[in-house]
C-alpha cells in the first residue's frame, strides 16, 4: 500500500509565493519519477512539473521561470516553489508519484487527494 499525501496549499495575493510538499510513504521498492499537475474548475487536469530520480525536471511552459520542482530522495517527498503567482495559477495542485513495488514488479503511479491554491488578484 502507497500513500501519498500533499500540503502546503492555502490562499496567497497575486505575485506571492506558496511552497507545497508531496510526501509517499508505505511499502515499495524505489520511487522513479515524482511530478505536478493541476486541475482548474471545468478544466481538465494538466501537467505543471515533473522531476526524474535523478533530478531531471520538465515544465509546463505556462510555469517556467516561476515555479521550480524539486526531490529529497531520503525523504520520498517531492516540492513545489510557486513564486510570482498569478491568479490564473489557481487550481487544485495534484502530486503523483511512480513507484515500482518490488524489484520485477511494473511501475504504478499514485496519485494524491489535492491540495488548494487560491491566488486573489
Known amino acids: 500500500q502507497v500513500r501519498v499525501v500533499e500540503s502546503g496549499g492555502g490562499l496567497v495575493q497575486a505575485g506571492g509565493s506558496l511552497r507545497l510538499s508531496c510526501a509517499a510513504s508505505?511499502?515499495?521498492?524505489?520511487?522513479?519519477?515524482m511530478g505536478w499537475y493541476r486541475q482548474a474548475p471545468g478544466k481538465q487536469r494538466d501537467l505543471v512539473a515533473t522531476i526524474t530520480s535523478s533530478t531531471s525536471a520538465n515544465y509546463a511552459d505556462s510555469v517556467k521561470g516561476r515555479f521550480t520542482i524539486s526531490r529529497d530522495n531520503a525523504k520520498n517527498t517531492v516540492y513545489l516553489q510557486m513564486d510570482s503567482l498569478k491568479p490564473e495559477d489557481t487550481a487544485v495542485y495534484y502530486c503523483?508519484?511512480?513507484?515500482?513495488?518490488?524489484?520485477?514488479?511494473?511501475?504504478?503511479?499514485?496519485w494524491g487527494q489535492g491540495t488548494q491554491v487560491t491566488v486573489s488578484s
Open positions: 508505505g511499502t515499495f521498492f524505489s520511487i522513479n519519477a
Open positions: 503523483n508519484t511512480d513507484v515500482r513495488t518490488s524489484l520485477d514488479s511494473p511501475t504504478f503511479r499514485y
